[in-house]
């Protein structure tokens, strides 16, 4: 009896952690392209996360008041939305600030510091100060158990898979495509990459807007996790970059090693202290660690 | 650009620029304004610390650190702290079930007075310990960081975390900080009642002679070999390495200074404003923090003072009057500062407002600038310059003399005109 319990909470525990992981993963890709690969600040990263967000609820909420017939599938076409609104979003934001900044680093991360904030006053006009949350279809809801005295909520079971799909999407765009090879090849020499025929503002261009998209897809999936306010975004961006950063900014299985690795020392010192004291542990130990290595886990290979 | 810049950097100039900073908070704001706004603006000029020291730190040294806000609450903690075991005497604190010790501690069910509160009872203590807690953090972050030379923007994103860890911490520990009131109602500092107009009116002019001292500090410091050497860092480091000098330690040195100020800036702000709270110490202000220096000019020690001040008029002004304008300005003034006038205010000014000066200037004396110089350059003076310049250059053609003539006088004139 004793010795079920032990093992039910120790697997109640994995799977926090695991949902927590997912949660961060998704968070950090997006990141994990513009940041990693273009090497692009974007404070604004949260921002398009709450774009995603509210997206899922106007389109819940329109699809309820329409076509409630259709509200099962909406959420799922709905998370489509989420991405395509983000991309557009991002390729604007991009085409308008982002591209005349490339050369100052740190003047971007204050221009889309100002982004995000004119963003977050936007959010406040359009959709008011309370936070919202969009309603859940039904399949959902709940949780299952395999085994007696597991009990594991369907919602992140949701966020998992979709986190999977999101990370072999972008695997494949990355390591497979026509679109990642121009994205690598620019990173490793733009001017190289100009003069064998890759437009590399195109490129620049696209790789932003997809990074946002991602991020939307993010927010989308959080929705059903919690609810979403006009500032929900600045909770999630110093996370992101700690991932990204701890991960060894070039490499995407870094920013998922450095996902797992955040989350499960997280959940687990959650479990002995109180969340906020969790929280910090977890923070001073990445700080901590990216300051005897600030290369990250994973470095990646090129000549400083 | 760097042409530009350099003037800024010359010990002789910017004496005027101090002056006119002193005689506006000395003078003009105690005269225009009441105590109640003379208050609101010392606790802007308690921010003026943070944005000066970041014109070393980032504008200098290019080195930002989205952190200054740690800093800042760490210098304003010490000295909150400080007032706070003086405010809780065992006599006005008779009704807690332990008194003696801060009303907050007695809400969280605390009976005795934590270990680390206890030197904070001693002013000497309490002003070291705002001065060396500061400035021992940076250096613990600065040396970790810069001798691996992290910098740009890793360096901004873990000192962003720092800021994320300390007021997450504070928050979380309410019965040690005070959690998110923070430390709240304080009262006399020995035994002197800083809530009085009086005191307040002595607090401002403190504050504003220590802002018009740090500012000194930093032209001193700027004028100086290492002013050179963090404009050459920023630039070219690795130059700089290679010429032999130890990086790093100039770029800890810069960091623990700007610490430093930003603690001075705290413990004036508690002071001034009765209160500190991790509000102040949180990735949001410690990126406006930044945006004072950067509206101000960020290579401009007086322009970032008037910058901190004309951010914070607008931010009380339009969050009082139009609370939904607000947010969008800011994010026009942090897009519009880094697009348009990465020199800010003082950028404007140097560029601007001061050739127009000069333009209006020589307008006036244009006369007194063409006798002087003008000579050899129009044709009429031609016979004038012969006949003066004699016989040694009695056979220099007309192509000798124009030859010979542009490079003092005709920039000058051309500009007069």
Redesign the interface.
């Known amino acids: 009896m004793a010795f079920e319990d032990i093992g039910g909470i120790i697997a109640m525990q994995g799977f926090a952690g695991l949902s927590l992981f997912s949660v961060l993963l998704l968070m950090a890709l997006g990141l994990a392209i513009i940041f990693g690969q273009m ?1 692009v ?1 974007n404070m604004a990263h949260g921002e398009f996360m709450t774009i995603g967000a509210y997206t899922i609820y106007l389109f819940t909420s329109l699809a309820q008041a329409h076509l409630p017939s259709l509200a099962p599938y909406s959420f799922v076409i709905a998370i489509g939305g989420a991405f395509l609104i983000a991309f557009v979003v991002g390729y604007l934001a991009e085409y308008l ?1 982002i591209r ?2 490339y050369r ?8 889309t ?6 963003m ?3 959010f ?2 359009t959709f008011g100060a309370k936070e919202v949350s969009p309603e859940v279809p039904e399949w959902l809801l709940g949780s299952f158990q395999p085994v007696e005295g597991i009990d594991i909520p369907i919602n992140g079971v949701f966020v998992m898979g979709l986190t999977l799909l999101v990370t072999g999407v972008v695997f494949i765009l990355l390591y497979r495509s026509r679109w990642g090879l121009c994205v690598r090849a620019t990173v490793a020499n733009r001017t190289m990459s100009n003069a064998v025929g890759i437009n590399t503002k195109k490129v620049d261009r696209l790789t932003f807007a997809i990074g946002c998209g991602i991020a939307g897809i993010a927010g989308a999936a959080f929705t059903t996790i919690g609810s979403t306010g006009p500032t929900s975004g ?1 909770l999630y ?2 996370d992101s ?2 991932v990204v ?1 701890f991960g060894g900014a070039a490499s995407l299985l870094g920013t998922i090693a450095s996902a797992f690795g955040i989350a499960q020392t997280q959940s687990i010192t959650e479990f002995f202290l ?1 969340g ?2 969790a ?2 542990l977890t ?2 130990l ?2 901590t660690i ?3 290595r ?1 290369q990250g886990l994973f470095a990646a290979k090129i000549r400083r | 650009m760097t042409t530009k810049r350099l003037p800024l950097l010359s010990p002789e100039r910017g004496l005027g620029s101090i002056i006119a900073l002193a005689a506006v908070i000395f003078v003009l704001f105690p005269l225009v304004f009441d105590i109640f706004r003379l208050n609101l603006i010392g606790k802007y000029l308690s921010y003026a610390f943070v944005a000066v020291g970041l014109v070393l730190l ?1 504008g200098y040294g ?1 080195i ?1 650190s ?1 952190g200054q806000g740690v800093f800042f609450g760490l210098g304003g903690y010490c000295m909150a702290m400080f007032l706070k075991l003086e405010a809780s005497d065992p006599v006005s604190t008779k009704i807690q079930s332990t008194p003696g010790i801060p009303d907050f501690m007695d809400w969280n069910q605390l009976t005795a007075l934590p270990a680390f509160w206890e030197p904070f009872k001693f002013l000497p203590f309490a002003l070291l310990a705002m001065l060396v807690i500061p400035a021992a953090l940076a250096y613990v ?1 600065g040396a ?2 810069f001798k ?3 910098g ?3 360096f ?3 000192t ?3 800021a ?2 300390l007021s ?2 504070i ?2 520990q309410q019965g040690y900080t005070g959690g998110v009131n923070g430390i709240t109602d304080l009262k006399t500092l020995l035994g002197w009642d800083i809530r009085t107009e009086s005191a307040k009116y002595i607090l401002y002019y403190a504050n504003g002679v220590l802002l018009i001292g740090a500012i000194l500090v930093c032209r001193h410091l700027l004028s100086s070999k290492l002013g050179m050497l963090l404009l050459a860092l920023r630039d070219k480091e690795d130059r700089v390495r290679f010429s032999g000098y130890d990086v790093a330690n100039f770029k800890i040195f810069v960091f623990c200074f700007a610490a430093m100020l930003c603690a001075v800036g705290g413990a004036l702000f508690t002071l001034q404003v009765g209160f500190m709270s991790p509000s102040f110490v949180g ?2 202000p410690s ?1 406006e923090m ?2 004072f220096a ?1 509206v101000g000019g960020r290579l401009s020690l007086v322009g970032a003072v008037y910058g901190t001040l004309l951010v914070n008029f607008g931010k009380t002004y339009f969050s009082e009057t139009f609370p ?1 304008l607000w ?2 300005l ?6 519009g ?3 348009g006038f ?1 020199n800010g205010l003082a950028g404007l000014w140097e560029s601007h407002v001061k050739p127009w000066w000069r333009r209006r200037g020589n307008a006036t004396r244009l006369p007194v600038v063409g006798e002087a110089r003008q000579g050899g350059v129009m044709a009429d003076d031609k016979p004038a310059l012969r006949e003066r310049d004699g016989a040694p250059v009695i056979n220099t053609t007309a192509s000798g003399v124009s030859a010979m003539s542009p490079s003092p006088a005709s920039p000058t004139w051309r500009s007069a005109n």
């Open positions: 090497g600040i600030l005349h900044l100052r680093p740190l003047d971007t991360l204050l221009a510091w100002g982004l995000s904030l004119g977050q006053q936007i406040r006009s600045s961006i110093v970059f700690l950063t109180t906020s004291m929280k910090v923070l001073l990445i700080v990216l300051m005897i600030p | 980032w290019g930002l989205l972050m970790a960081m691996r030379r992290v740009g923007v890793y901004a994103i873990i962003q975390a720092v994320l860890i997450v911490l928050i979380g990735i949001v990126i930044v945006i950067a939904d947010l969008l800011m994010a026009a003034l942090f897009i500062v880094v697009l990465p």
